[in-house]
């Protein structure tokens, strides 16, 4: 069985800080990509960052230049620096890993429960 325990989300005024974690725990023989997805009310779930195993990264452009996604191969875990963060970026924040399960002995995607990142002005 596999989990993705996410934490680190809270309220966060406008221009301030937040850095989320997520572990990968579980029956896992490899991980590929790690990566955040947040959804905000009424919107459908977008993709915030990812990261390979080799560390190439990728941002969606809202976030470019703020937010800073890093992982730990050794510990299984991805986080998601966000500074200077804005109102827009409210909403419920998802962690996803691409890996391959002893279990399964497929590669498959598995989520996080979801984090809430409230930015208030």
């Known amino acids: 069985q596999v989990q993705l325990v996410e934490s680190g989300g809270g309220l966060v005024q406008v221009g301030g800080s937040l850095r989320l974690s997520c572990a990968a725990s579980?029956?896992?023989?490899?991980?590929?990509?790690m990566g955040w997805y947040r959804q905000a009310p009424g919107k459908q779930r977008e993709l915030v960052a990812s990261?390979?195993?080799?560390?190439?990264?990728n941002y969606v452009d809202s976030v470019k230049g703020r937010f800073t996604i890093s992982r730990d191969n050794a510990k299984n875990t991805v986080y998601l620096q966000m500074n200077s963060v804005k109102p827009e970026d409210t909403a419920v924040y998802y962690c996803?890993?691409?890996?391959?399960?002893?279990?399964?002995?497929?590669?498959?995607?598995?989520w996080g429960q979801g984090t809430q990142v409230t930015v208030s002005s």
């Open positions: 996803n890993a691409r890996l391959l399960s002893q279990a399964t002995a497929t590669i498959n995607d598995y």
């Open positions: 579980g029956s896992i023989l490899g991980i590929n990509a």
């Open positions: 990261i390979t195993t080799r560390g190439i990264t």
